[in-house]
């Protein structure tokens, strides 16, 4: 039997990122994801890595642009306004096709908001969170398990395609704590010969660098990375379902949301309401195929949301607006209980919005 451990969904993510090859950490503290520099801080000088408090946000991610261009497993972490002072460096990475890992434990906003449970950094992380066309692989660990395995994958993925993954989480599952496990971590090691590690006179040295000046030029690599994102969203997308094989209404939530509305779920069986669940694991890519084949099946969709339904435009996306999507959602900090995604299960099931 593999040996679990009670840990906190932050330190969690911490762990596995040690045990997935990360050496250099760079952040900022801010609630609720502290724990994950402060574990950080703790263990990275007992076994020969690099932890640094920089003097903000913008400053933390452009030392990750640094130590990926080099070729290293590195990360950072922080919270929503925190990761929106990054944005110009999540381009730049992104721009450079250099991986690098990237840890958004959300709070309430806009703005400072509150340092409750949010989902509203949605559209921010999805859609590339700077500016430019690019995308980020986004991971939406709904356990404290996923903190841990989600984290190893996203380090494997950043690799593997050379672009950024970012595991989107909540200040609930940061903090609550859960009996997992590491023995089934699986790491994975890609060859890096674009890395700037010195050419000991031994080939061309390497440029890292995200300045195209000749239009033509800057074209041609956006055109090449939007191919690798084809092969991503065909490759990667991940998704869990629960009760969908005779389904009539499919819930679709994520993260803390999704471990309410597996309840609400089991609740509208017990009234006989064929109710499902699809589970997002990666938000981008979004699982559209599965969203797609749900579509020819039931007869409305319920996205159980902490945000004001950022979400929903992916699911209509992704169903070619076939069924209607109806919305449960609290915003601000609040989550909903599971009474509540029930009332909705039963007047989606009614065709009521």
Known sequence: MAERVLMKGNEAIAEAAIQAGCRH?????ITPQTEVA????????????????????????????????????????????????MGEGLSYIAGSDVPAFVVNVQRG???????????????????????????????????????????????????????????LADGTIGQMMEPISFEDVEVEHYDKPWALTGTECKRKHNIVNSLYLQPDVLEKKNFE??????????SEALH?????????????????????????????R???????????ITLWPFPKQALSQAADQVKSF??????MGQMVEDIQLATGCRRPVSLCN????????PDQVLESIRKAAKGEN
């Open 302 to 307: 319920l996205s159980v949301e902490l945000s």
């Open 38 to 85: 402060a574990y950080m801080a703790k263990k990275m000088p007992k076994i020969g890595g690099v932890f640094l408090q920089a003097e903000s946000e913008v400053a933390s991610i452009n030392m990750v642009y640094g130590a990926a261009a080099a070729g290293m497993r590195v990360m950072t972490s922080s919270s929503s306004p925190g990761i929106s002072l």
């Open 25 to 29: 950490y760079f952040g900022y503290p």
């Open 109 to 167: 906003g806009p703005g400072l908001g509150g340092i409750q449970p949010s989902q509203s950094d949605y559209f921010q992380a999805t859609r590339g969170g700077g500016h430019g066309d690019y995308h980020m692989i986004v991971l939406a660990p709904a356990s404290v398990q996923e903190m841990a395995s989600l984290t190893v994958k996203g380090f494997n993925l950043a690799d593997k395609y050379s672009m950024i993954a970012m595991i």
């Open 330 to 337: 609290r915003v601000g900090g609040m989550i909903p209980s």
């Open 225 to 234: 990375r939007y191919e690798k994102y084809k092969v991503v969203e065909a």
């Open 270 to 280: 017990g009234e006989g309401i064929k109710a499902g669940m699809i589970r997002p």
């Open 240 to 268: 869990e379902s629960y009760l969908m094989d005779d389904a009539d209404v499919c819930v679709v939530a994520f993260g803390i949301a999704a471990r309410v509305a597996k309840n609400a779920v089991v609740a509208a």
